[in-house]
């Protein structure tokens, strides 16, 4: 159940931290399912270090196959997936934080040159970091170090990461590509991929057609399953079966609502379809799902209030 929770939250439309501290670290441990991260985007940029295994992250329609150990950055606005590869289980930690944590209080020479070129996106800052080189294992101990000190929560955490994200930036800025002046505008395709994407997860509780979902970006139909499929790795039902139950276990998680009635909220008209793709996604009916998710959060309940008295 945390684990879901966690994969929402790196949904986009999401406050990552808080407004006085914007960061939040995100572990993921040993993922078996074939998609290791959701397609998605959010504003905030994003630091994913892979911890086991491997998986092919796909940023915008770039793929990189990244191992434990190696890290990739995801650009504000970037939509981006991870799949597994040939079966393998992978662990990664997604260090997600907002811009404005490094915004200088006034307008000096490290806004003007830096943060500001950052936030318009006029940098090509490397994407993958493989450790291969010295400024490449500095970033990499430095991400290392925001993890732990977040997951320890040290007295000055805060402050720490702060200046650990600076360290980042200046190592990147240091070694990105200087060839290139402007980072290209984002391609047609990421541009309509983004529409559609956003049309599902706001209409997904709806019946959606494929032909509603071509309309979106003047497509036919047959081009635009293709299309879909080139950028996502799956096909447009897939991808809305798989929202609709993730959509399914947060209620699932949260409330003692009939099965039946969860099934149509999310989107689903027969409740014998809905348990079957819930289970093909899941490995578990969601009966199934709701009982196993309960144990869990009972326990940690009980370990939270078991750790508050000691």
Known sequence: MIQEQLREELKENRIHGSLMYPVSVYPMDDIEEETVLECHWHEEPELILVTKGRALFQIGTIPYEVHAGEAVFVNSGEIHTAYQM??????????????????????????????????????????????????????????????????QQTVTCELTTKAYLYLIFAQMIEHMDTQVALIPAPSDKVQRLKTVLGHIHDNYQQPLRLRELAEQINMSEGHFCRFFKSLTQKSPIDYINRYRTQQACRLLESSDRKIVDISLEVGFDSLSYFISVFKQHRGSTPSQYRKQTNGVSNSFITELQKNSIE
């Open 86 to 151: 040939e079966h393998e289980s992978c662990s990664f930690v997604a260090t997600v934080f907002s811009m404005s944590l490094l915004n200088s209080a006034g307008y000096d020479m490290i806004q003007a040159r830096f943060i500001d070129p950052l936030l318009r996106k006029q940098m090509v800052l490397p994407v993958h970091i493989r450790g291969q080189e010295v400024w490449e294992q500095e970033v990499l101990t430095l991400l290392n170090q925001i993890v732990d000190i977040n997951k």
